[in-house]
């Protein structure tokens, strides 16, 4: 340590010279470009990514320009392009998988959060956000082999009770836009689950005290006071689900059927933008069939972007954690 | 009792009693994967899975010996290039972020977390694949890479942010410089949670298979250096899943088991370490 004091001495410059040396000799000057770099990497990546998908998608852009995004033709061979089946398959599937994993999701946090002991619930939240590890090839997997043929057996009874909508109507073959839903139900309740569990933990015990002492009984405190209070970071949790659900590929490539049509039904096969991608972007030979394929990539991209933005938003602050 | 009141008393027992099913839902999802994986996957697997290359159709056996080692090669480069760029990224935010603009570095890292991973294979695969014009396993790497930033990036802040000031101002006190307090104390502080962070952070991507169908690609053989395709765990467990082999499949489950294995052994061991030091599990 003298050494170094001694050398600063002798080497002093005047003036503010004095600081921007000794900043630079004892290394802050190099550690702060060195980081700041780095964290500005991550514009840059992002920057270059939006870049490129751009520049890339330019021919069909400029050939169909928005209609690209309203027609319902997907005809590689003759050269045209409509990317409404995909938006569809992949709206519809999220959707059904928002129906089914938000009150399962959150009923299994308010059962977590306000009625579990700590130790079963921390327990049992372990085994929950492990099931969010889980690659998402495995439940395509799990869907192609157990799903599938589960969903077949289960049909009738699915008919009997939903039958009479036009949504369960049509001929089961079991891929389609219904088991991709049930796939990603199961993928995002995780998800649901463990950033909601921790909305509902922040909120002050005052709270529910207030509530109780004025009478109210344990599900009416968590229904009217609990929830109202963590109410956005929820609502974050959920659009964190969905942005994961809209951008999910493999579990969906396996399950959804690949049909790049329209149909009403459920039980008919469909596809989703991420599954088209991975599906045919190998095969796409020919600048206007890739092209589309990237433009599919930047909608995609776009989308969750403003899901994601949103869902940030709502969540930061709210937890402990902070953004999730 | 009045009406009332026992109907109140009836919506809270039938509640709660709902919030309880949808736990038991969830957790039973969990436990009837592992089972059904450890039943399927755990029984074909064999010796030759770890050792042999893939047999040709038609031939029974083989092994994923080559995928394993794509798939090692293909986490090595993304470490070299996500841990360097996301734990400095995370000393940048942690110790000299100034407010607006860590915030914008932050917020962006947080959405480019989200964006989804086959966009990011698109990305690579248009930024390498097209360049160089044939797939390759540097390409396979720098989309897990990438992938790999946002989350080193924001364990390692959130590590360093949690040692206590008191240390920085105990280091400085003696007279050590910024950069000297940061690189002495705070990091050897924060090591453990960091390097934790970045095992979880390689797990992650360990189980990606959408950014590596056009990127990496495949491969049935050896894939000597970085310039050529190479076969990967989870494309591997896609390619077989989706034939029509009955042979094939068992091998998908096989492979889904290892990887199954891999990535909860890392996540278990690493949720561990952190409970133990008292911080929330990720």
Known sequence: MSAFTTTDFRARPPGRALAFWTRLRRGDEVAYTVTLTCALSILAITALLVFELYTNSAETRHKFGWSFLSTSVWDPVAGEFGALPFIYGTVVTSALALLIGIPLGVGAAIFLAELAPAKISNALTFLIEL??????????????????????SAEPAIRAVLGWTPLFSGPFYGVSLFSAGVVLTIMIVPFIISISREVILAVPNEQREGALALGATRWETTWNVVIPFARKGIMGSIFLALARSLGETMAVTMVVG???????????????????????FTEATGGLYQSALIELGLVLFGLTMVINGVARLLVLGTTRKGAA | MSFHRFRRKATNAAMLTLTGLCTLIAVGTLVFILGYLFQHGGRSLTWNFFTKLPAPVGETGGGMANAMLGSAKLLLLASCIGVPIGFLGGVYLAEFGRSAFSFVVRY?????????????????????????????????????????IPIAIRSSEEFMRAVPL?????????GASKTKAIFTVVIPAAKEGIITGIMLDLARVAGETAPLLFTSYGNNFWSPGWQHPTAALPVMVYNYAISPYEDWRQQAWSAGFVLLMLVLTVNIIARVILSRRGHVAR
């Open chain 1, 258 to 280: 690949n049909d790049p049509k329209i149909h009403a039904s459920l039980f008919a096969p469909g596809y989703s933008i991420a599954a088209v991608i991975a599906n045919e």
């Open chain 2, 166 to 174: 008191s240390l920085r101002e105990g280091a400085m006190a003696l």
């Open chain 2, 108 to 148: 962006t890292t947080d959405l480019l977390n989200g964006v989804p991973s086959i966009v990011i294979g698109v990305f690579a695969y248009t930024l390498i694949v097209l360049r160089q014009g044939h797939f390759s396993t540097l390409a396979g790497g720098i989309a897990l890479g990438v992938m790999m």
């Open chain 1, 131 to 152: 099931l969010a590890a889980v690659p998402s090839v495995i439940y395509g997997l799990l869907g192609i082999f157990v799903l599938v043929p589960m969903l077949r």
